[in-house]
């Protein structure tokens, strides 16, 4: 079966919006056994827009149109669906209710506007929204399927994955579907992990595919069947071997963040932490925090750009901090030892280093980061050095240090 | 004249990568005067490349193909535009000296795969690549354009905005350039600024149009002219009369952001910054990092997840910090008076609140945020609470006291 993605909207031909609907519904219609061969988008211009239509239908079985349901005169999508299909719209009086529902519950009355989005073409199911006013339509026409569903993402999403998918994976069954399983390695180069795993490279029924993203090497198994389970029975064998082969490296897989990982681990042990940062400016902190629940184990993240506060609060020796201006690797590792001491941490943190513009020297140019850990394992302090410009250094560093942790944490089981 | 964006790559389709550059293109088109009707996607597949060019050949002055020059055989552009056009592929000994180059500045052979990237369709121009290996091209076929440019937005930004944005002003003279001005708003919502400057909405050039942000409104001035000066002159005196009605509210323009306005405040001041985070764990900290140069002014970020912190480090009164759980305006002023005193700085902020998904109880539920200012101005503590998940809430908890300080400091003059 084929599918097509028309999306419809000015604002995404004049680049104020990025199309993120396209990839997510690509992603996820290929997960459900549909050929995403085309994604066309075209303006609030109801001659255009039809057109795209007529060429839609010629061409896929399903057709999911994103945008122009709202409220205003240029939202065209409900009407000129219609219109190509040769069906007249109705005010749907359940969906009036709804949409009336929702001005109440925000206190306002409903503008005189809103009404246009209760009108529904005869035929079509309606898909309810749960987060704003303009309902999903599901319009089956002979063998075919139009989808109408609203631009906003936080709409969209569920009215796929609770309605959409279920409805076509129902009205043509059989299809295949795509299952992916991302597995995700840390302290190994893409060329390493591709010397341990390359064989698995020219598979067809799990693909295996690396993909190097910022400090970390991803590598994506997926597999076709007639369901999720055979899917999955495709993948695990492959996915056991490559786990063996890269034993010790694969932090997680799927949505698993490096920052998630480290965290439970450190529940886990009943370990807590702390975290000095200068040159990644509280990344490392923030991302730490970032997972629900950190608060039992983060015990103090600081951020100590200025000489005075290493050397006062973290009791970096003056005469170094001031000889190498905060950057050097006993000033990581002082760091880290002091603010493991002033939060009565396990384990203490520390990056320092030139993130740039400007900073930086010939022993150690812009880029140049010291990372230290300080815990029950010993104190490891190393130099990394990455290219790019400041916001890339601070990521990358943050990055690299959350890894070290990881390796220091498994090491020390 | 118009113009039409052509995606290729199977990648887009199964959406493991998003097309921004088609809104990047999209924006960069529009203001430079040609009408974008169309933005489609094709996969890594000749006869269907083939067709979607020969309908953007028969629609569009102007066609733009993105991907599908890589070095491998399933990168089909450049051949199948040759093949479309009727032109012949030649060996560009100059590209191919390039990219000889780039594979020797690097220390590693050229792989024989890259030698297609050398091949040029007759009476194109190229356009160096100076971050990969495939050129991009310009092919003008009557009076038509098309460019074909590489995929990775770090590849093919420079060469639209120094190459194929100069081509296509030189070959289409004449055209209407649209120039665009955000001016950034805080402390006032969307309709309040509607209702200050909502006359200015019906507009035609410049419109004006305002846009919700989180924390932020946006108000967009977007003139078409025949050149920049003529644009910007359009826009000046609605500027200058909105800039006046909104006296107080509008922090900056364009890329500007909170966070770089309000550290050019501290340092024109002299004064430093320390801050305290609890609930927003280092996100107000990072966001005022990610400013160079802003180790200028912050002396200490300090993120106090624990209570023992809390208590031990900033002087948080024992029996406050425990009846509250940490949470309430007392601990967050007291918070920022301890970081103030500790880092020694001019200015002290603070948050402490449940951003969730645990937490809160009936007074203060998951999504209360007390936020907290000390400093020359005197103290400033106030309550907010921000609705939706944990990530949204430290973001907007951030966004907020980062804007409460713009105005403390505002206010001080």
Known sequence: ????????????????????????LGQILSENGFNVYHQVTVGDNASRLSEALKQALARADVIVLTGGLGPTADDLTRETVAQVLGRPLNLDPGVLGEIEAFFRRRGVPMPENNRRQAMVPAGALVIRNRKGTAPGLIIPEGEKTLVLLPGPPFELRPMVEETVVPF????????????????????????????LVGEFFSLSNPTVAPYARPGEVHLRLAAQALDRAGALALIAPIEEEIRRRLSGYVFGADEATVEAVVGELLRQRGWTLAVAESCTGGLVTSRLTSVAGSSDYLRLGAVTYALATKIDLLGVPRDEAERSDGVSSRVALTMAQGIRRLAGATV???????????????????GTVYLAISGPGGDRVERAWFPGPRQEVQARATQEILARLWRYLVDWE
């Not at 419809?8 to 609907?21: H, P």
Request: net charge negative; glycine share 14%; no cysteine.
């Open 348 to 366: 203490g943190l520390a990056t320092t280093g030139y993130a740039g513009p400007t900073g930086g020297n010939d022993d150690d140019p812009v």
């Open 1 to 24: 079966m084929i599918a097509e993605i028309l999306a419809v909207g000015t604002e995404l031909l004049l680049g104020e919006t990025v199309n993120s609907n396209a990839a997510y």
């Open 168 to 195: 076509l994976r129902q009205r043509y069954p059989g299809q295949p579907v795509l299952v992916r399983r991302i597995l995700k390695i840390v302290g190994m180069g893409e060329s390493q992990v591709a010397e």
